[in-house]
Nanobody
């Protein structure tokens, strides 16, 4: 089991930026795939971005392409979600998740992941 702790959420104006971090412990970071999901108030959860075990493959939901960047630093056992040009509709609780074991693949379904963080709130004001 991997333990995950997100940080970096907060309140930002539209057009601003935030960087979320997901610190992992329990297994070597390079052994699992990682993803970010979000859940807005009153809405179902949504896939945001995924990165493969190696870090060479990434995938994004269309609404964040060109604005968000997922990355990982396996030496630090930490994943990141850089969010630029934020919009009010990006307001949500953001969760990181990991899948172990995994192929070198980007998993986009929440059922594909077996460890989750507690979430961090991102609020974008207009």
């Amino acid at each position: 089991q991997v333990q995950l702790l997100e940080s970096g959420g907060g309140l930002v104006q539209a057009g601003g930026s935030l960087r979320l971090a997901c610190a992992a412990s329990g297994r070597t970071c390079s052994s699992y795939a990682m993803g970010w999901f979000r859940r807005a108030s009153g809405k179902a959860g949504e896939f945001v971005a995924a990165i493969s075990r190696s870090g060479f493959r990434t995938k994004y939901v269309d609404s964040v392409k060109g604005r968000f960047t997922i990355s990982r630093d396996n030496a630090k056992n930490t994943g990141y979600l850089q969010m630029n040009s934020l919009k009010p509709e990006d307001t949500a609780v953001y969760f990181c998740a990991t899948r172990y074991p995994s192929l070198d693949y980007c998993y986009t379904n929440d059922n594909d992941y077996n460890s989750w963080g507690q979430g961090t709130q991102v609020t974008v004001s207009s």
